[in-house]
């Protein structure tokens, strides 16, 4: 395989799930890198329900023999990460319509925008409890990116025929059955796909992009730390 330039990253996200908050917020970590290595990198909002259920792998509750390490695994990796992780008090919720907004903001706004958007949502249901499967709960969540007049129109251009239809095609495209889907296509051509946000050291491998695997410093280094 050649370098990594003209590769490319592209990472399906869905606000209902705090790993997709992980992932997002990883690959914007990434990303500066990652396009310095020439590999293209995409953030797109899915509809995590509608994927799973196509994919025949619906919603169940978590065994209760899984709660306990679901919720340190949850915890620790979102303190790793520099965020506040609070179980939020409705659980799932139907989010479709924050995907749409975010798809919305996307594609008529600049990508800065965008990049405040989704974790706007993430953070206001994995970390503030709000319930931003409603029309209010989007406008609190959003309040210090928009203002209430254009949170409103964004809801109104989110709800349109064609922004309804653009979800649901992103979310069928990858066949993911899980969020984050993580799809990588290296300059070859080839095409790979990770569920979850553990799986970096293979996607960069896949891609051709050099990096350091996890290693244990010496006795006197720092504190770990990401």
Request: charged residues 15%; hydrophobic residues 50%.
């Given at each position: 395989m050649s370098g990594p330039h003209g590769a490319k990253l592209t990472i399906y996200v869905d606000p209902v799930s705090p790993y997709s908050w992980f992932g997002f917020t990883n690959t914007i970590r990434f990303r500066p890198q990652l396009q310095a290595h020439g590999v293209e990198v995409d953030i797109i909002p899915f509809f995590l329900g509608g994927a799973r259920d196509k994919a025949g792998n619906p919603w169940q509750p978590t065994p209760k023999v899984k709660q306990a390490m679901g919720a340190q695994d949850t915890a620790l990796t979102g303190k790793l990460l520099g965020l506040k992780v609070v179980p939020p008090k409705?659980?799932?919720?139907?989010?479709?319509?924050?995907?749409?907004?975010?798809?919305?903001?996307?594609?008529?706004?600049?990508?800065?925008?965008?990049?405040q958007t989704f974790p706007a949502f993430s953070e206001g249901y994995?970390?503030?409890?709000?319930?931003?499967s409603t029309p209010d709960g989007i406008a609190?969540?959003?309040q210090?990116?928009?203002?209430?007049?254009?949170?409103?129109?964004?809801?109104?251009?989110?709800?349109?025929?064609a922004n309804k239809k653009k979800v649901i095609d992103q979310t069928m495209a990858p066949g993911a059955y899980g969020a984050p889907w993580i799809v990588a296509i290296n300059t070859d051509g080839e095409r790979k796909d990770w569920f979850g946000n553990d799986r970096w050291d293979q996607v960069f491998h896949h891609l051709g992009v050099p990096y350091s695997p996890v290693t244990i410093l010496p006795p006197g280094s720092s504190v770990s730390k990401l």
């Open positions: 409705v659980f799932p919720i139907a989010s479709l319509l924050p995907v749409r907004v975010a798809t919305w903001v996307k594609d008529n706004y600049p990508a800065s925008i965008f990049d994995w970390s503030k409890s709000i319930n931003i609190e969540a959003l210090h990116v928009f203002s209430a007049e254009e949170i409103t129109k964004i809801i109104a251009g989110a709800s349109s025929a």
